[in-house]
């Protein structure tokens, strides 16, 4: 009968560690930390990524507080883990505007992705004519055309080239005749995926409707 395998220490599980990277960590209790990490080992190619419960406690000089890893943890191939991820209809939060998290990502989630697509570019539509200045009856291609004219537009960076100044015109005025317009006038059926994208997309652009208004260049 052959013996079971012995179980490493923890010394020798991380001395097989080539590297180990925080991603993220959260609090979930008064003693007790959630973190995300990537690890690769010396004998594998792959990435893991490892998500782990750590309690405070001290160092071995009881100097220092530090955070110890537990046994209640999972680790996966980073692959697989980001395969899993794509079952969701969300994505991270960070990457989405203020402004956008509340509907877009509820809408996203609930699989409607038409709303996701039409609220997500009427919302940059709405911030423009707001930071602007300009009436409600200004709507659209044009509405961008008007804010981001080259030396002239409210929105525009007078600091950047004029061709830079063109391309922002561009950008805006491209993002809303593509993407908002047709939501606006009859039924579309975006992917999952094409939903994601814009609602990223257009807190990028309201990123930069935020950097005008705040003096700054933000230029695309």
Partial sequence: MSEKPKKK???????DIQNETCLAQVKNKTHEWIRLSRVTYWKNRS???DLRSFFRG??????REVLHP??????????VFLDLLAGLDTVPPWLVHPRLRGTCLKALRSGDYERVQFEALRSVEVAVRRVGGFPNNLVGVQLMRRAFEPNKGPLADLTADPAEQE???????GAIGALKNPTSHREVSPSREKAAQTLVFASYLLGVVDDRAAGGSGTP
């Fill in 58 to 63: 001290y160092d071995e000089d009881g100097d």
């Fill in 9 to 15: 220490s923890r010394r020798q599980r991380q001395a």
């Fill in 70 to 79: 537990t046994k209640r943890g999972i680790q996966v191939k980073e692959d």
């Fill in 47 to 49: 990435d893991f990524l």
């Fill in 167 to 173: 391309a922002a015109a561009h950008l805006f005025a």
